[in-house]
């Protein structure tokens, strides 16, 4: 009888150890987990990091510390530390109220900027969810609000939640009675109105017959790790990897099991990866004291998040360098697509995005109706992380409301917003008269040198060491008509472009006219010339006889020289064939 138990006993540590050879061989760890030291860790249980995207700022969980708001025997209070010049972490401190209270409290999500949190807790009992955004404010971080989403019902509170630095995407952990099996990963999209799509069940590739839970969206918005005890690992919840593979959310590669140096017979989660996709961040009882640590490991390419670009800004006063509120808006070339907005902070006028490689983008700022800021970035080629640097002193134009109201509803009246690079039903008028602008800086800095540069197109050459400066406050692009190939007629849509900007200029006996003439690439760049200026003084032409005066209205040809898209395609060819009007 002993014999046969031995057999057996030997028989399961065979196939122990067989599965767990194959668990460990698409992923391998050179390196072992670092303890991030007391400073952050202490006899208390730490959990849930999350980091700030740039890095500086690591935020988690801490229970049982009588420090906590309400006192030792909360349930978890969100602590942070930040980094310093030397790369050592400061001494955490609790965040405090308004933002941890009685009740389990831990950072799900952290925006690109790092000004809003996703945050999980109670707050009030007339909240039917546990799911809230607080935003920094000038002194500390806002009362958490809670976020609405549609038909969010589910079984079990405390579910456990993550969403993309834009704050469009949010995965969910929650238990529904459509669910796979106990909690599932569900999706759920920003609406227009700022309330949040119905979850959707992200399908059997992710979810199991059991959990799974703490999902983390990297950067990338395509990689994701959550723990589960559904998928094939090495005793109670396990960490995996999984790829999103189109843009429904709801189709992922099969998730791969991270290895035995993240995963153990006890309970793993928690796992996050900082911007650089360099280090995960982890919280790990495998120094055995019964008390979770978070610790830090460098990770293998093969389970890396895919490569992104953060853009780093500020946006101050020319004169006084006092920090300005720009609304900073950022789009698709690809797509041809608005993907998101943030806010450059009233503190020091600082903004941040992040931009995954594989697209092209153009970034503009703008208050007021009126563009101040803008830049095109080529991010194609997929390379490395990198980190850009776009400052700007700015000078604001003071124009009265009503005139911008009255101005900007003309502009609505423009038919031939197809003429433009950029558009969609949402963002047709609004990105009118911004994306002309982005090229033309782009342009300048690019091929004019300094001393070329006129007084109200004034723009220093970026540099390593200098930031752009722009003028542009006094301009307001409003259309484009586009032109057939090598020939003066524009089509019915331009004509009406054309008839509703002679409208704003008859009504507006202040404003003034700059016709830009345009063409593609095919050719030699001094026909091209030619051909644009022909172009801008025949549609100047047309505005003058229609009664306005001559002196209200200048024109000038570029050629080929300040695209709007890629002259790859007659598509492209086309909407670079085209005159632009700049009213100021």
Do not use: C
């Not at 995407?169 to 929650?174: E, W, Y």
């Not at 540069?453 to 003028?471: H, R």
């Not at 409208?503 to 593609?520: A, P, Q, R, S, Y």
């Amino acid at each position: 009888m002993k014999k046969k138990r031995y057999i057996l006993l030997l028989i399961i540590i065979v196939i122990e150890n067989l599965i767990f050879a194959q668990l460990d061989s698409s992923i391998i760890f050179n390196n072992k987990l670092k303890n991030l030291g007391n400073k952050i860790n202490s006899r208390y249980i730490e959990g849930e990091p999350k980091l700030s995207p740039d890095g500086k700022t690591i935020y988690f969980g801490r229970r049982g510390d009588p420090d906590n708001v309400k006192g030792q025997y909360s349930s978890s209070d969100i602590w942070y530390s930040k980094l310093n010049e030397k790369g050592e972490w400061s001494e955490a401190k609790n965040l405090g109220t308004p933002v941890n209270d009685k009740n389990f409290n831990i950072v799900a999500g952290i925006s690109a900027d790092g000004k809003s949190m996703l945050v999980t807790g109670s707050y009030s009992r007339k909240y039917n969810t546990d799911i809230f955004i607080t935003k920094k404010t000038v002194t500390d971080w806002s009362k958490p609000e809670p976020v609405k989403i549609d038909n969010f019902k589910h079984r079990i509170r405390n579910g456990t939640y993550s969403i993309t630095v834009d704050f469009r995407v949010m995965i969910l952990a929650i238990q529904k009675k459509d669910g796979v099996g106990k909690k599932d990963l569900y999706v759920s999209f920003l609406k227009k109105n700022g309330n949040w799509s119905s979850p959707q069940n992200m399908g059997i590739e992710i979810n199991t017959k059991k959990d799974e839970i703490y999902p983390i969206i990297a950067q990338d918005g395509l990689t994701l790790y959550f723990s589960s005890d559904g998928h094939k690992g090495y005793g109670d919840f396990d960490i995996f990897v999984s790829r999103r593979l189109d843009n429904t959310w709801l189709k992922w590669s099969k998730p791969i099991n991270m290895g035995k140096i993240i995963n153990s017979k006890r309970f793993d989660a928690d796992f996050t990866v900082d911007t650089k996709g360099e280090y995960a961040y982890i919280s790990s009882d495998s120094e055995f004291k019964n008390d979770f640590d978070i610790f830090r490991i460098k990770i293998p390419k093969s389970v890396k998040p895919k490569p992104v670009v953060l853009v780093v800004g500020k946006i101050v006063d020319k004169d006084s360098k006092e920090p300005i509120v720009l609304k900073i808006v950022y789009a698709d070339l690809d797509i041809k697509k608005v993907i998101g907005e943030v806010e450059s902070s009233p503190i020091d006028g600082e903004y941040k995005l992040i931009l995954p490689y594989g697209h092209n983008y153009y970034i503009y700022g703008e208050k007021n109706g009126f563009t101040y800021i803008s830049d095109t970035l080529y991010l194609k080629e997929t390379k490395e992380y990198k980190e850009i640097n776009r400052n700007a002193q700015i000078k604001l134009r003071k124009v009265e409301p009503i005139f911008i109201k009255e101005l900007r509803e003309e502009i609505r009246k423009i038919d031939s917003v197809e003429n433009i690079a950029i558009h969609n039903s949402k963002h047709k008028i609004d990105n009118l008269h911004k994306i002309d602008s982005l090229r033309r800086i782009d342009s300048l800095r690019r091929i004019v040198s300094k001393n070329e540069i006129t007084k109200k197109d004034s723009t220093e050459i970026q540099t390593k060491n200098k930031p752009y400066v722009t003028e542009l406050d006094e301009i307001i692009v409003v259309s484009s008509i586009s032109f057939s190939y090598s020939k003066l007629t524009i089509d019915q849509k331009s004509k009406q472009a054309l008839n509703n900007v002679i409208k704003i200029m008859k009504k507006n006996k202040k404003l003034n006219i700059i016709v830009e003439g345009h063409t593609d690439n095919i050719g030699l760049q001094s026909k091209n010339l030619l051909v644009s200026q022909k172009r801008a003084k025949y549609i100047a032409k047309l505005i003058i006889d229609s009664g306005i005066e001559q002196k209200r209205v200048n024109y000038k040809g570029y050629g080929g020289l300040r695209p709007i898209t890629f002259n790859k395609t007659e598509e492209g060819r086309q909407y670079n064939r085209r005159v632009e009007f700049k009213i100021f």
